[in-house]
């Protein structure tokens, strides 16, 4: 695995591989991202394997119920056939293609075929639909699961970066998209990404207290959120 100057994942648990699937949440419209990947995560008991060590993360750390946890970390099942990215931290322009190949450096080491990162499109209202942007093998796939591709459109940001990547190295790459709230945590639009995750993957998580604890669970979120959207602003990546 090349080890970049710059950034490289610091494993804190070993594991045995068998070519896993890797779900991938950032940061972005309704935390959709996070929130979806949190979720499988603690739905299928994965455990955490390791963390993003760079010099372009920002100076900051984050606190989920009064406990500290890195902003950028690696998780995996027991199984070892699933694996887990989430970034809980907005990510600058500066540093992502470093980020995006230390991830895809990793993912190659552990046998990845196939990497799904879960985001959101900004829109006022959340129709429950999910969509997807990958190539044309695996968009045949996910129509056939009730899920519709996006006919055109841009994808920057980290999730550009490692879509780029995937498609370098031939590792299948997909996007599963939902529209989520432009500016506040979206836990009903998270639970319609893992509702296609279950189509498609055959995980059977079930999404009922991510329903019914969504107002609590966007109050948590809620500051990470307000700095997504002021970060927006600034330098972000979007769909379109």
């Given at each position: 695995?090349?080890?970049?100057?710059?950034?490289?994942?610091?494993?804190?648990?070993?594991?045995?591989?068998?070519?896993?699937?890797?779900?991938?949440?950032?940061?972005?419209?309704?935390?959709?991202?996070?929130?979806?990947?949190?979720?499988?995560?603690?739905?299928?008991?994965?455990?955490?394997?390791?963390?993003?060590?760079?010099?372009?993360l920002?100076?900051?750390?984050?606190?989920?119920q009064?406990?500290?946890?890195?902003?950028?970390?690696?998780?995996?099942?027991?199984?070892?056939?699933?694996?887990?990215?989430?970034?809980?931290?907005?990510?600058?322009?500066e540093?992502?293609y470093?980020?995006?190949?230390?991830?895809?450096?990793?993912?190659?080491?552990?046998?990845?075929k196939?990497?799904?990162?879960?985001?959101?499109?900004?829109?006022?209202?959340?129709?429950?639909?999910?969509?997807?942007?990958?190539?044309?093998?695996?968009?045949?796939?996910?129509?056939?699961?009730?899920?519709?591709?996006?006919?055109?459109?841009?994808?920057?940001?980290?999730?550009?970066?490692?879509?780029?990547?995937?498609?370098?190295?031939?590792?299948?790459?997909?996007?599963?998209?939902?529209?989520?709230?432009?500016?506040?945590?979206?836990?009903?639009?998270?639970?319609?990404?893992?509702?296609?995750?279950?189509?498609?993957?055959?995980?059977?998580?079930?999404?009922?207290?991510?329903?019914?604890?969504?107002?609590?669970?966007?109050?948590?979120?809620?500051?990470?959120?307000?700095?997504?959207?002021?970060?927006?602003?600034?330098?972000?990546?979007?769909?379109?």
């Open positions: 695995m090349r080890t970049s100057l710059d950034s490289h994942v610091h494993e804190i648990k070993k594991s045995n591989f068998k070519s896993p699937i890797i779900f991938a949440g950032f940061v972005g419209p309704g935390l959709v991202g996070p929130l979806s990947v949190g979720y499988i995560i603690e739905k299928l008991k994965m455990r955490e394997i390791g963390y993003i060590r760079s010099r372009y920002p100076p900051s750390t984050v606190f989920i009064g406990r500290l946890r890195h902003p950028f970390r690696f998780y995996a099942n027991k199984e070892g056939s699933l694996c887990a990215i989430i970034c809980e931290v907005t990510l600058r322009m540093g992502l470093d980020i995006a190949s230390t991830i895809l450096d990793w993912a190659e080491s552990k046998g990845t196939e990497l799904v990162i879960l985001d959101g499109v900004s829109s006022d209202d959340h129709d429950e639909r999910a969509f997807c942007a990958a190539e044309e093998d695996l968009c045949r796939i996910m129509s056939e699961k009730g899920i519709s591709m996006i006919s055109q459109g841009f994808i920057t940001g980290i999730p550009g970066s490692i879509l780029n990547e995937c498609i370098i190295r031939k590792i299948k790459a997909i996007t599963l998209l939902v529209k989520a709230n432009a500016t506040s945590p979206d836990p009903l639009a998270a639970a319609t990404l893992i509702d296609a995750i279950n189509r498609v993957y055959g995980t059977e998580i079930d999404t009922a207290d991510l329903r019914k604890e969504s107002e609590k669970i966007g109050h948590e979120f809620k500051e990470l959120s307000e700095r997504y959207t002021e970060h927006r602003k600034v330098d972000s990546g979007m769909y379109m």
